[in-house]
């Protein structure tokens, strides 16, 4: 699904990126854009950061 509309995330783009050693919303942010424009997916994707962070 999408997480970030307004730069076309989706959760699994997310979660292969923290497999490739990403680790917060702050990479995420300044890799991909997530949370930059209008901020709503910012609480959905930290949680998806964290979840995918302690499965890794
Ligand atoms: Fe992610 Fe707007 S939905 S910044």
Do not use: N, P
């Not at 699904?1 to 923290?18: F, N, P, S």
């Not at 919303?25 to 959905?44: A, D, K, N, P, W």
């Amino acid at each position: 699904m999408y997480v970030c509309l307004c730069k076309g995330v989706t959760d699994k783009t997310i979660r292969r990126a923290v497999d490739d050693g990403l680790s917060s919303m702050r990479e995420l942010r300044q890799q991909y854009g997530v949370g930059s424009q209008c901020g709503c997916c910012t609480q959905c994707a930290k949680d998806i950061v964290k979840d995918a962070v302690a499965e890794r």
